[in-house]
């Protein structure tokens, strides 16, 4: 009985792929499926496209942005601590250097004592000679220049860094420590108002300022 109850509504292979037959009351006729279109559900519009990519370029152009910036500033900091670092020089024997080649030589038989003192907190390098009285201000302001340029020779013996002085400046020891000279006549050495030279040159700026009689 349950075949022939259900034998009406079996519906064939055949059948199903070419569609129920019309004249068949005992086949219920399948709802179709509605058709999927993927282009319909795709995004194809131009402008979509368009900002897509304009998009990507800004990211891109952004980050090219950003690392060349890095780049910029990790230059920047390598040179920095470049200049900051310490140069390679015994600072004493510097000075003692310094000292014997000016006192007591053929070269400057008037100088009757020195003293360099260097200042690495305050960047400073200070120079003081005591001298004869009564000499003539051209002298003065001779050795005084000889007195800068030879410590700056001397400290480049020990550092390469640092560059030689040259007819328009001090060498380059002095663009990183400010210099502070004094030239005082024989037991004047207490009263700074008598002496022959007191001058601050600003670091940098020797190439622009000179010893001068005050």
């Given at each position: 009985m349950e075949n022939k109850q259900n034998e009406g509504q079996y519906i064939s292979a055949v059948e199903l792929h070419n569609g129920p037959q019309e004249n068949n009351p005992n086949v219920s006729t399948p709802k179709r499926m509605k058709s999927f279109s993927l282009a319909k559900n795709?995004?194809?519009?131009?402008?979509?496209?368009?900002?897509?990519?304009m998009r990507v370029f800004t990211s891109l152009l952004w980050i090219v942005i950003i690392v060349a910036v890095a780049y910029l500033l990790l230059g920047r900091n390598r040179e920095n601590n470049e200049q900051l670092q310490p140069y390679n020089v015994n600072w004493e024997l510097v000075c003692n250097e310094w000292i014997e080649m000016l006192k007591g030589g053929e070269n400057y038989p008037f100088v009757l004592d020195l003293h360099a003192d260097v200042n690495h907190e305050k960047m400073s390098i200070g120079l003081y000679a005591v001298v004869w009285s009564g000499l003539d201000n051209t002298v003065v302001l001779d050795f005084a220049d000889s007195?800068?340029?030879?410590?700056?020779?001397?400290?480049s013996f020990q550092d390469k860094r640092i560059t030689s002085a040259s007819r328009d400046n001090y060498g380059s020891l002095f663009d990183e420590y400010d210099?502070?000279?004094?030239?005082?006549p024989r037991g004047e050495h207490n009263n700074i108002e008598n002496w022959y030279v007191n001058h601050i040159i600003k670091r940098g700026r020797h190439t622009r300022s000179a010893p001068r009689i005050q």
């Amino acid at each position: 009985m349950e075949n022939k109850q259900n034998e009406g509504q079996y519906i064939s292979a055949v059948e199903l792929h070419n569609g129920p037959q019309e004249n068949n009351p005992n086949v219920s006729t399948p709802k179709r499926m509605k058709s999927f279109s993927l282009a319909k559900n795709t995004p194809h519009d131009g402008k979509q496209v368009v900002n897509v990519k304009m998009r990507v370029f800004t990211s891109l152009l952004w980050i090219v942005i950003i690392v060349a910036v890095a780049y910029l500033l990790l230059g920047r900091n390598r040179e920095n601590n470049e200049q900051l670092q310490p140069y390679n020089v015994n600072w004493e024997l510097v000075c003692n250097e310094w000292i014997e080649m000016l006192k007591g030589g053929e070269n400057y038989p008037f100088v009757l004592d020195l003293h360099a003192d260097v200042n690495h907190e305050k960047m400073s390098i200070g120079l003081y000679a005591v001298v004869w009285s009564g000499l003539d201000n051209t002298v003065v302001l001779d050795f005084a220049d000889s007195m800068i340029r030879l410590f700056n020779t001397e400290a480049s013996f020990q550092d390469k860094r640092i560059t030689s002085a040259s007819r328009d400046n001090y060498g380059s020891l002095f663009d990183e420590y400010d210099l502070l000279i004094g030239i005082a006549p024989r037991g004047e050495h207490n009263n700074i108002e008598n002496w022959y030279v007191n001058h601050i040159i600003k670091r940098g700026r020797h190439t622009r300022s000179a010893p001068r009689i005050q």
